[in-house]
């Protein structure tokens, strides 16, 4: 028998030790009950009086006692439910998780089920405390105009667009927020994003008493859009796994999972009926896609530059796209002859090439105007029949990611890297109001900095 080289023998004695080592509830654990089980079991819901986003709230348990006995994993409750030995089999309306994940759940409790949860990561239930401003990734006004719900981080504030009242803050998982939409008659609020890498959610929120209704955990990364039907009932979110997801409001079931982009799907749009829907994505193609059965219909637009921007007339199923190649365009949804190769004969009209990338288009509610933005310093607003420029809205210092019109599309409110909400008179672009929209804290020390 021929002996061992070095390189194997080595090889030999690193591999058992490898195998041997532990399951970590930080690096394994914590990422299934985020992906699976937090929709449900979180703070805010906390159905069966049980939280799974904290180490202290999986070991106290619910209604059926403590939620894992260490070293003990085939009489844990968690361990039970997820393998179906208890009912019914978790998560609940979902797929059962794979036997992999099964398998590092048991080993962790039969190892002692230790706590690693790093400090930075203890007492995310806590009130958020900032010391600087966070950047502004999603902006919307109620119907009534009344209330502009803001992103920040792990909660969205509902801020009363007179300033004259605190806002509410509407705390939960997920720590960025792409996409806020109101439903028609201003009850509901639908929040959509999640924490990078780790879960995408979406969430939908009684605004009147400011309660989380339902959290839907989608992928193992943030969603982007969360663009609502016109009647409410349904949602579309786009993600880093590129697919377009359709979604029920009410019930929280997935009704499609469109793959037919090639790259994420940055943001979506409905149809004036709801039917069908637009999608956009880097790999630069506008995606129509049929509602009801989840099937490409076919591209909406001559691919030129990658997109991560869209927004529909309101009265029309007229869309504007726009991204990297900094030019917005104006297309129709559907198409006034047969398709044909490399065919443009959606388009309507193409507006001026802006001074950096496009990251947000806004459409006002009146159908008059469209306001663009980006990498450049300045959010453009342009006549939408004519594709004149209408005003010029400046003063950030940095990236604008959000534009949000007021229901009267007298005013138009931006946000973005710089954290500050600004509020303009669209029709001349004059500055009204520039502030924080969230709670500065007053001490330069200690607090979070998102």
Not at 59 to 87: E, F, W
Request: proline share 7%; glycine share 10%.
């Amino acid at each position: 028998m021929r002996p061992l080289c070095r390189l194997t023998l080595a090889a030999a004695l690193i591999l058992p030790a490898v195998r041997a080592a532990e399951p970590s509830y930080t690096r394994d654990v914590r990422p299934i009950l985020q992906r699976s089980c937090q929709g449900c079991h979180q703070p805010n819901l906390k159905t069966s009086d049980l939280d799974l986003t904290t180490f202290a709230g999986l070991t106290a348990g619910g209604k059926r006692g403590p939620g894992l006995k260490p070293g003990a994993a085939d009489d844990s409750i968690v361990l039970r439910y997820v393998t179906g030995a208890m009912k019914p089999q978790m998560p609940i309306g979902q797929p059962a998780l794979p036997p992999e994940q099964i398998a590092l759940l048991r080993d962790w409790i039969a190892a002692g089920a230790k706590d690693d949860t790093p400090a930075t990561a203890r007492d995310t239930d806590k009130p958020v405390s900032y010391s600087q401003a966070p950047v502004i990734t999603a902006l919307t006004f109620s119907p009534d105009g009344a209330t502009i719900a803001v992103s920040a981080y792990r909660e969205v504030l509902l801020i009363p667009a007179n300033g004259t009242a605190p806002a509410k803050r509407l705390a939960g998982l997920s720590e960025r927020f792409h996409g806020l939409a109101f439903s028609a008659d201003g009850r509901k609020l639908v929040a959509a994003g999640g924490t990078p890498a780790r879960f995408g959610e979406v969430q939908v929120w009684d605004v009147t008493v400011a309660k989380l209704l339902r959290s839907m955990t989608l992928t193992g990364d943030t969603v982007f859009g969360g663009t609502l039907s016109p009647d409410g009932s349904t949602v579309a979110v786009g993600g880093v796994d590129n697919t377009l997801r359709i979604l029920d409001v009410n019930s929280g079931k997935e009704l499609h999972k469109v793959g037919v982009h090639e790259n994420w799907v940055r943001a979506a749009v409905f149809s004036r009926d709801g039917k069908r829907i637009v999608s956009v994505s880097p790999d630069r193609a506008a995606k129509l896609t049929d509602v009801a059965t989840g099937a490409f219909l076919e591209n909406v637009n001559l691919l030129r530059g990658e997109l991560t921007a869209v927004a529909r007339h309101p009265a029309k199923d007229i869309v504007v796209i726009g991204g990297e190649e900094r030019i917005p365009y104006l297309y129709l949804m559907d198409r006034p002859k047969n398709m044909k190769i490399a065919d443009d004969t959606t388009l309507v009209r193409k507006l001026d090439r802006q001074q950096g990338a496009i990251f947000a288009l806004a459409w006002s509610p009146d159908g008059k105007y469209i306001a663009v933005a980006g990498a450049s310093p300045e959010v453009t607003v342009y006549d939408a029949e004519t594709g004149a420029r209408v005003s010029a809205c400046s003063g950030h210092k940095a990236g604008i990611y959000a534009l949000a019109w007021s229901p009267d599309s007298r005013t138009l409110a931006t946000g973005g890297f710089d954290g500050l909400l600004r509020l303009y008179d669209a029709a001349s672009g004059k500055l009204a109001r520039e502030f924080v929209p969230v709670p500065l804290q007053t001490s330069s020390l200690g607090g979070t900095r998102p």
